[in-house]
């Protein structure tokens, strides 16, 4: 299987490390760390040392609650990233949901649009959408996922009932929908979307179903790492799980990558990147002495 994008296909018979650099002030767990662009380049190059194949760009953070960032901001805040990154010889993904910042990161060399919404959302009433973004260009990747509701509600009032039933129908649609305007299948990647409107016990239904959650022929992106849903089911209160931090949460979310990749996933989504690579290469050599 490969992933078309804007400069590259990514060849997913080996499992892919996506790399995350967040220049927010305000991301859920690494917030205000890259947020001056000079940090923020520093970390694409250190990432891509530790092994990175892709990059993932994003400027507003989409963690539970968090408030929306305006598209002046959020230019601001990639564009002069991004358009290092693109010289650093590996795919690159802004991570947004706004067409406007899309096109401009697409404009610059930018190699896949990894959008929260699926590409629902538009930029303001007749406004460009991100699915006639994504279809007028000619190469470029895009990752679809599913959420429920939005990042200021998705918690407070989260799915019922079977997810995975449910996440199928959504990105088996969207994806569809997509390709009904042009965008050749090899071009989109699908993310159920860990933590995004769904409880811990439904979190890890997607994963232990994960091959049930997306449509067949697609490439998965799984994007656990750091997420509520680790330090929920690793510590002994709520209390104790709220608190949580960085390091304590490396060790599942590594876990939570492997076990990802062993149920399908072609592309992992993380901050820790050296100790994700280390530990895929010791689920590649089991994998080949079976």
């Known amino acids: 299987m490969h992933w078309q994008t804007s400069r590259f296909t990514i060849d997913l018979s080996a499992p892919r490390v996506m790399g995350i650099v967040?220049?927010?002030p305000d991301s859920f767990s690494d917030g205000g760390q890259h947020a001056l662009h000079r940090d923020a380049i520093a970390h694409c190059e250190r990432l891509i040392?530790?092994?990175a194949d892709l990059l993932d760009i994003g400027g507003e953070s989409t963690r539970p609650g968090a408030p929306p960032v305006s598209l002046e901001e959020e230019l601001a805040r990639v564009l002069p990233v991004i358009r290092h990154a693109v010289t650093l010889a590996v795919p690159v993904s802004v991570d947004t949901?706004?067409?406007a910042v899309m096109q401009a990161a697409l404009d610059l060399g930018a190699d896949i649009v990894n959008d929260v919404w699926a590409l629902r959302w538009r930029d303001g009433i007749g406004g460009p959408s991100?699915?006639?973004v994504v279809a007028s260009?000619?190469?470029c990747g895009v990752c679809?996922?599913?959420?429920?509701?939005?990042?200021q509600t998705m918690q407070v009032a989260p799915m019922a009932g079977d997810v995975v039933p449910q996440?199928?129908?959504?990105?088996?649609?969207?994806?569809?929908?997509?390709?009904?305007l042009g965008v050749d299948s090899s071009r989109i990647c699908l993310d159920p979307g860990i933590g995004f409107g769904k409880t811990v016990a439904q979190n890890f239904a997607l994963l232990a179903r994960q091959a049930q959650a997306v449509p067949a022929g697609y490439p998965v992106l799984a994007g656990w790492s750091r997420k509520s849903s680790l330090a929920a089911v690793t510590q002994t209160s709520l209390s104790q799980a709220a608190s949580m931090d960085v390091d304590q949460r490396r060790a599942p979310s590594v876990t939570a990558a492997v076990l990802a990749v062993q149920n399908g996933a072609h592309v992992v989504r993380v901050h820790d990147v050296r100790d994700t690579?280390?530990?895929l290469k010791v689920l590649a050599a089991m994998q080949a002495a079976q």
Do not use: C, I
Request: net charge neutral; hydrophobic share 35%.
């Open 22 to 24: 967040n220049v927010t």
């Open 49 to 51: 040392q530790e092994g």
């Open 97 to 99: 949901y706004k067409p």
């Open 130 to 132: 991100g699915e006639s």
């Open 137 to 139: 260009h000619p190469r």
């Open 144 to 151: 679809l996922m599913h959420m429920h509701r939005d990042p």
């Open 167 to 180: 996440v199928l129908s959504f990105l088996e649609l969207f994806a569809q929908r997509l390709q009904g």
């Open 277 to 279: 690579v280390s530990a």
